[in-house]
């Protein structure tokens, strides 16, 4: 088992999970939506999400037909807790960031999900 403090950088690392992270702060999202802003494949996605869900920064709530993402903002883990805050407020001024927050107002869900 990988040591928790390893695995929670190695969730931060990467800057598209961070980009995840930053959109989440919107709001929760699905894996279509997600996959759309960031221009990757449904399996990268999912393998991110996956990072950032084992480390404790997300967790998936189903909602009707969707699976929907969320911060994990009420995690019990101080080190997640404390770095999930530090990552919220920063990069705001990024111009990825800010494009991904432009993307995340016109992304619709039925119609790039429905296949």
Excluded at 44 to 57: N, P, R, Y
């Amino acid at each position: 088992m990988m040591n928790p403090l390893v695995q929670i950088f190695k969730a931060l690392s990467d800057p598209n999970r961070i980009r995840i992270i930053k959109m989440l702060e919107i709001k929760p999202l699905c894996v279509c939506e997600i996959t759309a802003i960031l221009n990757l494949a449904t399996s990268t996605v999912s393998k991110h999400l996956s990072i950032l869900k084992e480390a404790g920064f997300i967790f998936e709530q189903k909602e009707g037909k969707w699976v929907n993402y969320h911060l994990n903002r009420a995690t019990q883990q101080q080190e997640v807790r404390e770095l999930l805050l530090l990552t919220l407020k920063n990069g705001i001024n990024d111009p990825m960031i800010q494009a991904d927050r432009e993307k995340i107002k016109s992304v619709d869900r039925a119609t790039i999900c429905s296949g």
